[in-house]
């Protein structure tokens, strides 16, 4: 169940499904035990009015075909579950050329942080170590990838402290980033 994009990159075979205005793609997770998890994007509508897809990713309930992006499961396959999230991303642009991709991890929304010290073992201080962590993940893969990722890709992160998306640079930190396909 195992399919190669490039060389020595392991990825989960997937199954692409598209619902209305949803891409979704599923795979199993053979790490400890065996999960079903998906890839979707989401359509969205930005105030402006633009059409922006948000990617979404976590484990997926197939009897009311949701996904929980909340928990983590700790298969011991993250690499290669991460890889086969980002494989999805060339594939998305295949069909949706014209059309963004908004990435922001469920630990970045403006309450995270509370609901976190309510329940978190860590009892961090000042600030809590949780927050951003997913979108960090992402952010640090791009980084390491940015030069490669560029040619094909453009890319802007969400800057905090001025409330909107800026060029993105490699050496700043983001709560989202919007993707777009280079024509």
Known sequence: MQKKVLTNINLYETSLSIENSIIRYT??????SKLIKAVEYSRLKTKSGDTIYNLGFGDYNSEDKTISDKE????????KVFNTVLSTVPEFFKVFPYFPIFIQGSDSHALFEQECRNSCLKKCQKICKNKNR????????LNKNFK?????YIFFGFNEEEK?????????KYSAILIYKKK
Do not use: A, C, L, Q
């Open 72 to 79: 983590n499961s700790n298969n011991g396959d993250m690499r």
């Open 164 to 172: 909107k998306f800026v060029s993105y640079e490699v050496k700043n």
């Open 27 to 32: 795979f199993e997770s053979t790490g400890k």
């Open 148 to 152: 490669e990722f560029s040619k094909n």
């Open 134 to 141: 997913r979108i960090r993940t992402y952010g640090h893969f």
